[in-house]
């Protein structure tokens, strides 16, 4: 780092270094010369001397420049935000569906056009932002999935190489060794395993609301499909082939969330991880929100620091929340949800739970098949808001890109208020302001004053967030 800027950034990379300031885990890297390795900032080893390290944004640049991670403080364990993100939106979204598998199944060029841009243009992309290509990033980041998976879970080694993404064992050791510099041998042989399910952690960078982010889930829990407590969030989930539950508790004072996953396959397990990950906001760069909200809001808001965006399973289910929560209160949308879940959602048998929840029959999400050849009587509620579900689910079905939520404006019923909820809460677009919302405006009224929404951006998804806190 030569320039100015990139000075002070130096400065500031190593006065956290330094202090082992948990805020900045995720936001740098430290490669240490002598070693060959890169750490966390938060790292508890001995503090190299300055002259012997260099930092990286991303654990990318780090392994292409030669480190290997290291075994202690397991950067692939950080959280995975860095200075670009929620900068770029086509980048954004490239780096979300790579973490989701797409070319586990896909060449980059499908996933260019599923973009709709070029796949040179994306490869331009990938190499101005991260030095890489996407198709090397995405072994990349199967590999850091892998050493979590070795780390933390009692799966086998090979269970754990077709979870992560590899087509056979041989594939994924020479991977582990071409871009981890570690086989699979190398990080389990000092792991004890004597865990039931898969247990891993959701690390994050404090602060992090935790008791608003498990209250906001607790005041809207579907029974059956979800159970929470204070510390605590549990749900039923289908992805694919891969049904299952997952519960989610605080660890506060280790900047993180304990996750209890029990499935019946391991294919998916990247992908719902990911989706775990982006349903708590852990990846949010909340530092970076925090001092632009707090810096235009704080004088007249009670900022809260910390509060994440609290995220849906699906786009369909939160489709369909949305539609059904279009002009009534969140209790009386809850119970419209519950009705639906009762009604269409496949029972799922999940014996283990059975002591744990005593006498609840659970349940998964309605499918859009379960939907569209059902009349939706039991809903005592206009006749077009009922076509307006049946029309989503319809869609779901037959739409090439059913996720491209603006398309969903095409779908009578459906307004910008239901899309850019659905934004807000499933596909996780950081910068939705909900404009016409029935509590942002109670909320803006009792305040007696307007945030400036273009000093917000691109944060305003946290920006209703903290206004809805005001309620």
């Keep these: 780092m030569s320039s100015l800027q990139d000075q002070n950034l130096t400065r500031r990379y190593s006065q956290a270094r330094k202090a082992r300031d948990a805020r900045f885990d995720g936001v740098f890297f430290v490669a240490v010369k002598s070693t060959g390795i890169y750490c966390r900032p938060i790292c508890p080893a001995n503090t190299p001397l300055e002259k012997n390290v260099e930092y990286h944004e991303s654990a990318v640049s780090a392994a292409h420049s030669g480190y290997r991670p290291c075994l202690r403080c397991r950067p692939d364990s950080a959280p995975k935000s ?8 086509t980048f954004q979204r490239a780096l979300n569906l790579i973490q989701q598998g797409a070319l586990h199944e896909q060449s980059v060029e499908q996933l260019s056009n599923r973009l709709g841009i070029s796949d040179r243009y994306l490869r331009e992309l990938f190499q101005d932002n991260l030095g890489t290509s996407p198709k090397k990033y995405a072994i990349y980041q199967q590999c850091l999935f892998a050493k979590q998976l070795l780390h933390e879970s009692g799966l086998s080694v090979t269970d754990i190489a077709f979870a992560s993404g ?24 000092a792991e004890v395993l004597d865990y039931s399910g898969i247990k891993l952690r959701l ?22 499909l979800e159970w929470a407590g204070d510390d605590h969030y549990s749900r039923t989930i289908e992805y694919g082939t891969t049904r299952g539950y997952f519960t989610v508790s605080a660890k506060p004072d280790k900047h993180c969330f304990d996750l209890s996953l029990h499935v019946n396959e391991s294919h998916n397990l990247n992908a719902i991880v990911q989706r775990i990950r982006i349903l708590f906001d852990v990846d949010a760069p909340i ?11 704080g004088d007249f808001v009670d900022y809260l620091p910390g509060l994440r965006v609290p995220g849906i399973w699906g786009t369909f289910e939160a489709g369909v929340r949305a539609v059904l929560g279009q002009q009534v209160s ?52 206009p006749q077009a808001r009922k076509d307006t579900i049946r029309c989503l689910a319809e869609h779901f079905l037959t739409a090439e890109a059913p996720d491209d939520v603006d398309a969903w404006l095409d779908l009578k019923g459906i307004g ?29 009224k009792s305040l007696g004053r307007e945030p400036d929404l273009e000093r917000t951006r691109p944060w305003r998804s946290y920006l209703t967030l903290q206004i809805w806190n005001q309620l």
């Design 416 to 444: 910008p208020w239901t899309v850019n909820y659905v934004k807000l809460r499933a596909t996780k677009d950081p910068d939705v302001w909900l404009a016409g919302d029935a509590g942002l405006k109670n909320a803006i």
């Design 203 to 224: 690390n994050y960078r404090p602060p992090y609301a935790w008791k608003k982010m498990f209250g906001f889930l607790q005041k809207r829990v579907i029974p059956g």
């Design 82 to 89: 860095s200075a670009w993100l929620g900068s770029q939106t």
């Design 166 to 189: 590899f087509n056979s064992v041989r594939r994924f050791n020479e991977a582990m060794k071409e871009q981890l510099k570690l086989t699979p041998r190398d990080i389990r042989k």
């Design 287 to 297: 530092a970076l929100i925090d001092d632009q909200l707090a810096s235009q809001i």
């Design 330 to 381: 969140v209790a009386a949308a809850r119970n419209l949800v519950i009705t639906f879940v009762e009604e269409l959602g496949q029972e799922i048998d999940l014996i283990d739970l059975a002591e744990a929840v005593d006498g609840q029959d659970f349940r998964l999400f309605p499918t859009p098949a379960a939907v569209v050849n059902h009349s939706l009587d039991f809903f005592r509620m």
